[in-house]
């Protein structure tokens, strides 16, 4: 599985802390920025350039951190086969990826810190979805939204 990371200056060094978890674990990872810590960028420059790997199946799933977490989600669910979710409980983080095919996780940087993270992120990493006919019949209704 390849997991694309992004992150503006609010998570930024959560990102490179989840980055090493993860390629300790034997990863696949692909950094999509911010590569420096700078605190001028821009939180949609680094959620969009994640949403569109995923969406275009270069990557499996996304990670995306920013202060909040919010905005990164925001953002990128306006990219189409994207559905980003804030999670910063381990229940979401599941639930969010075998009820509801959840492939872009958002943290909140300046909300959690990076023991939580490899909690958060495991559980998202590791979670497939269900298909349950259930969880198949809503996500079809999700998915006709963007069409």
């Not at 959690?112 to 559980?123: D, F, H, Q, S």
């Amino acid at each position: 599985m390849k997991i694309v990371l992004g992150a503006d200056h609010g998570g930024f060094e959560l990102k490179e802390q989840v980055k090493e978890f993860l390629v300790n674990l034997g990863y696949a990872i692909e950094d999509a920025g911010n590569l420096v810590y700078d605190a001028k960028d821009d939180y949609p420059d680094f959620a969009i350039k994640v949403a569109k790997i995923v969406s275009e199946g270069a990557a499996t799933k996304g990670i995306i951190i920013c202060g909040s977490g919010v905005g990164a989600c925001i953002a990128a669910n306006k990219i189409n086969g994207v559905r980003a979710c804030v999670c910063h409980d381990t229940y979401s983080a599941k639930q969010g990826v075998s009820h509801d095919d959840m492939n872009v996780l958002c943290l909140g940087g300046r909300i959690i810190g990076i023991e939580t993270a490899k909690e958060l992120v495991l559980g998202f990493v590791q979670t497939s979805f269900s298909n349950e006919e259930r969880h198949k019949r809503r996500l079809e209704k999700v998915l006709a939204l963007e069409k």
